[in-house]
């Protein structure tokens, strides 16, 4: 298992390793959070959020939810853990860029998996 310690040295390097004009206006940075997060469309607490990309009073910040990974990726290796890791957090800066120019795309993107993903589990609207 991944350490939270482990989690935010992965998550720096990762980070670090971004263009910084992909990082503009985001005044609040990444924060790493230690609690698991569920998706409130959960089917038996099976919907997990790993990361959000927020913009409210407080600023424009990404936050990754480091229990929701433990959960999710318990079973798995550093290495795929990093690539899980890489993976949101891209996905959480492609949607603060895509706020910046007003586009919602990855939100509908987003929307669709998880009404593909419910309807998998045999619900629906």
Not at 90 to 104: I, R, S, T, W
């Amino acid at each position: 298992m991944i350490t939270f310690e482990e989690c935010g040295q992965m998550l720096d390097e990762i980070a670090d390793a971004l263009p910084v004009e992909l990082y503009r206006e985001l005044n609040g940075g990444i924060v790493l959070q230690p609690e698991c997060r569920l998706h409130p469309c959960a089917v038996n607490n099976d919907l997990y959020i790993l990361g959000v990309y927020k913009h409210d009073n407080l600023g424009r910040y990404i936050v990754i939810y480091y229990g929701s990974f433990i959960k999710v990726f318990k079973n798995k290796s550093k290495e795929e853990y990093y690539y899980h890791l890489k993976k949101t957090l891209h996905h959480e800066v492609l949607h603060h860029n895509e706020f910046l120019a007003g586009c919602k795309d990855l939100v509908f993107y987003d929307d669709k998996r998880i009404e593909d993903y419910l309807r998998s589990r045999g619900y629906s609207d």
